[in-house]
């Protein structure tokens, strides 16, 4: 496997039926249709994306696809409570490729952890050249490391949870 395949890391996650995930940065929606499988009829999806131009493509694929449990939001999760959503509502947040690329990482990272819930679990997934910046940041904002993913040869997946 060369680069991320979304369907594959979404599966080894056991996401579960009527959960809550939070796809920070989530782009074009790349991991929206196997989130939604995972997460069911009785599960929503929060897309939070900055750039409206991707979170009106999300609009319209949850049209195309009837993705009803989908929730696009145009939001910036990196400034804390950027993103709108509630304290503490998230089962599962998704951060794909965000913070090797993120100019506010420390307080992206402090808003993951304001949406996540106490039991819940952060994945990360980034290019193999950041992992030791992206560790430290994770680290320092609260998380810690309880597994890994498989995500291919040109990147790492981290599973996480809070520490405070």
Do not use: C
Request: hydrophobic letters at 45%; aromatic letters at 6%; zero cysteines.
């Amino acid at each position: 496997m060369a680069f991320a395949n979304p369907g594959s890391i979404v599966k080894s996650l056991g996401i579960e039926n009527g959960q809550t995930v939070v796809d920070i940065g989530a782009g074009s929606g790349a991991y929206l249709e196997a989130l939604a499988e995972r997460v069911g009829g009785n599960g929503i999806i929060y897309a939070i994306e900055i750039q409206k131009e991707l979170v009106t493509k999300i609009g319209a694929t949850v049209q195309q696809f009837n993705l009803k449990m989908v929730k696009p939001l145009w939001a910036d999760a990196e400034v804390l409570g950027g993103t709108t959503l509630p304290d503490e509502v998230a089962d599962w947040v998704l951060v794909a490729n965000v913070l090797s690329l993120s100019t506010h990482s420390y307080i992206l990272v402090k808003e993951v952890a304001r949406i996540l819930k106490p039991s819940g679990r952060v994945v990360v997934i980034d290019w193999q050249k950041s992992v030791s910046a992206v560790k430290e940041v994770l680290t320092q904002g609260g998380f810690r490391l309880v597994g890994e993913v498989t995500a291919g040869s040109h990147h790492f997946g981290l599973i996480l949870t809070k520490t405070i």
